[in-house]
């Protein structure tokens, strides 16, 4: 679960805020700070498959299939799973979470509000402010801004300039599972995440660079990510093939199978 939500949730919210259309296969790497460390990380997007790779970690998805495959390079495994079983598997979480909820009901109103706030629930209105502008890897961008209360801070940088080669309705399904809002907008008690998903929906173009500043239960985790380089051109058949960026791993059950069966 961990190194899909890494390496590919970024992908997917980059991919659905830039409302594709069919274009030429682009190939993005950015360098990115956060938590986890310094680094680099590339996202291939071509009009079957994207991918997306940060340090040790690959993360496929075929459009058509719905197929997802995660690669872990350090332990020389990889797993596969599809959007439909992830449904099947939501819903036995969702159905876990109301029970969670039903027994928190019964709790004090003062500690229920509490526990929302530290968690996120409950931080306060969500907006969406235009900055300004600046070229990044050569593209004109424009800032957004978005804030959830005095918890979460985001901005974005956006180029309308560049158009991904991908069918939109699969994307905003895989963005339902995938992105960084997803597990928590299932809770009621994360129900201010819901509500940024959905905001963030108003910027537009394709994202180069952003920053994020999260706090959750008094701790703040803060990461960020830039476009170096921006290629557009045919994207050659290896850079999506399992067989290839995994020769001789071991196949094991994905962790998103997990979900809902603890």
Do not use: C
């Not at 069919?22 to 997007?45: C, N, P, R």
């Not at 719905?66 to 799973?81: A, L, N, P, R, V």
């Not at 099947?88 to 027994?103: F, G, H, I, L, V």
């Not at 180029?159 to 299932?186: C, I, Y």
């Amino acid at each position: 679960m961990k190194s899909l939500g890494r390496t590919l949730s970024a992908a997917v919210l980059t991919a659905v805020i830039a409302a594709p259309v069919l274009a030429e296969d682009l190939t993005v790497t950015y360098k990115t700070t956060g938590t986890g460390g310094d680094g680099t990380s590339t996202q291939y997007f071509s009009s079957e498959r994207m991918r997306s790779h940060d340090g040790n970690l690959d993360t496929l998805f075929e459009y058509a299939s719905g197929t997802i495959t995660s690669i872990d390079h350090g332990k020389k495994q990889y797993s596969q799973i599809t959007l439909a079983e992830i449904e099947e598997a939501m819903k036995a979480a969702r159905a876990q979470m109301e029970q969670a909820m039903a027994q928190l009901e019964s709790m004090p109103a003062a500690i229920r509000e509490k526990m929302g706030k530290m968690m996120g629930g409950m931080a306060g209105e969500v907006t969406v402010t235009k900055g300004g502008t600046r070229d990044v890897a050569g593209y004109p961008t424009q800032e957004y801004v978005v804030t959830m209360g005095e918890a979460t801070k985001m901005t974005f940088w956006n180029t309308t300039d560049l158009a991904l080669p991908m069918p939109e309705v699969n994307l905003k399904r895989l963005a339902a599972f995938t992105g960084p809002m997803a597990a928590m907008a299932q809770n009621p008690m994360f129900k201010g995440f819901a509500q940024l998903a959905e905001k963030m929906q108003e910027m537009e173009g394709f994202t180069l660079a952003s920053t994020s500043s999260i706090s959750m239960m008094g701790r703040t985790h803060e990461s960020s990510r830039e476009a170096t380089a921006v290629k557009t051109g045919p994207i050659p058949a290896s850079e999506f093939d399992v067989a290839t960026l995994a020769p001789g791993y071991k196949k094991v059950d994905s962790p998103l199978s997990q979900i809902g069966k603890r």
